[in-house]
C-alpha cells in the first residue's frame, strides 16, 4: 500500500499543479515518508500552490492545513481557520502546587472550570490566559502542562451530543 501512495503522490506533483486535490495523501506510508511527504507539500504551499485534502490523520492536517472544514452526518457543521477553531475550544492546564491549601478562583476571566485532586488542578481556560498566570505567579507552583488545542479534541467535540453549532440533528435522517 505505501509503495502505491508514493507512486501516486510523485505523480501528482511531477507537472507542478497550482491545485492539489488529495485523499488521506499520508495513509500507508511509514513515519519518514510521511515526514517527507509533509514537508514536500509544505514546500508546495510555499511556492503559492493550494491543497485541498480530506483526511482523518488530523496530526497531519494540523501540520498542513490553514482552514479546515468538518462534515458531520453529510453536512457542514465548520469551516474555518485551524487557529480560530483552537482559540475557542477549552484548553486544559494541569498545575502542581507545592501547598495543598491553594487554589484558583472559579470566577477568574477565561476560567471555565476547576478541578482539585490533592496539590495538582486541572483548569479549563476559554480566551485569554494571562489573569490565570498572573494569579499562579502568586503561589508556589511545581509544575505546569498548559499545551495547544489539539484538532483531533476540536473533531471530537463537533461529534459529541449537543454540540453548539446547531447540527444535532442529521439532515439526511438517517
Known sequence: RGMKQKLALVQALQHDPTFLLLDEPTEGLDPLMQQAMLHILQEFQRRGRTIFMSSHI???VERLCNRV???RHGA???VEEVEELRRRRIRYMEVELRAEGATIP???PGVVSVERKGRRLRIGLKGDVNPLLRELARLDVEDLTYEQAHLEDIFLDYYKEGH????DKDP???
Open 172 to 174: 439526511q435522517g438517517s
Open 164 to 167: 453548539a453549532s446547531g447540527s
Open 76 to 78: 457542514l457543521v465548520a
Open 58 to 60: 488530523l496530526p497531519d
Open 69 to 71: 472544514g468538518i462534515i
Open 106 to 108: 472559579p470566577s477568574l
